[in-house]
């Protein structure tokens, strides 16, 4: 079946260590996004990427680094900046560059700290 | 710059009667506009969404939703609840082409039997 894959489900970070989150889908998905979801806050843009080899900073960029290196694939890496990693991270994808579409989700990586 | 507002943090309503969660939206243009909805620990599943055309839109699981312009809202409806829509609901909105939905902080929606 189609969809988005994000791995692994749970990740625990240590103290001043950088971590990659996995995000892949087989929709043939042009568009990839990731999101930060915090309890009260709803979902905040952290980066998203509309193309291969090319992608935009969202609302809470800071902390936070990316590639997409090939149209499937979009990691998102936590480095040791971002001071306040706790949260639930969402991988998103969209068809196309129409406003018509919606976004497909995968069912997150849930990141603490140790 | 865009906006999503969902007044309710919580919505509590009993099995058999109708529920609503609001949404409204701030945008320069015209509005796109999505409903979508989560489970415990799982990503976001879309359920309706608005474009143009009828301002009552139907979605997945019975849910519909009511687009209207001059209120700047979009309420999420279902005639009668079920236990199992007990979830977190998010509206989200795009306002240009090629840029992300932005979404409002979620309601939660509690049916009790």
């Known amino acids: 079946d189609g969809g988005i894959t994000q791995s692994p489900k749970y990740l625990f970070r240590k103290e001043g260590q950088n971590v990659t989150l996995s995000c892949e889908q087989n929709?043939?998905?042009?568009?990839m996004y990731w999101y930060r979801q915090d309890p009260g806050q709803g979902l905040r843009l952290i980066y998203y990427?509309?193309?291969?080899?090319?992608?935009q900073k969202g609302d809470i960029a800071e902390g936070y680094s990316v590639s997409r290196e090939k149209k499937e694939s979009f990691p998102l890496t936590v480095t040791s900046a971002q001071k306040n990693p706790t949260a639930f991270y969402l991988c998103?994808?969209?068809?196309?560059?129409?406003?018509?579409?919606?976004?497909?989700f995968g069912d997150g990586t849930r990141l603490s700290i140790l | 710059a865009q906006s999503v507002a969902q007044p309710e943090d919580q919505v509590n309503v009993a099995e058999g009667n109708p529920l609503t969660v609001k949404c409204t939206y701030s945008?320069?243009?015209?509005?796109?506009l999505f409903w979508y909805v989560q489970y415990p620990n799982r990503g976001l599943q879309f359920l309706l969404k608005?474009?143009?055309?009828?301002?009552l839109v139907k979605g997945s699981y019975g849910f519909e939703a009511e687009f209207n312009k001059s209120q700047t809202s979009f309420h999420l409806k279902k005639p009668s609840a079920l236990v199992s829509d007990s979830a977190l609901y998010f509206c989200?909105?795009?306002?240009?082409?090629?840029?992300?939905?932005?979404f409002g902080k979620g309601t939660t929606l509690s049916v009790s039997s």
């Open positions: 998103a994808s969209k068809g196309d560059r129409g406003q018509n579409q919606p976004q497909h």
């Open positions: 929709l043939n998905h042009d568009a």
């Open positions: 990427s509309q193309i291969v080899n090319d992608f």
């Open positions: 945008v320069s243009g015209n509005p796109y």
């Open positions: 608005y474009i143009t055309g009828d301002n």
């Open positions: 989200a909105v795009r306002e240009a082409p090629g840029t992300a939905l932005i």
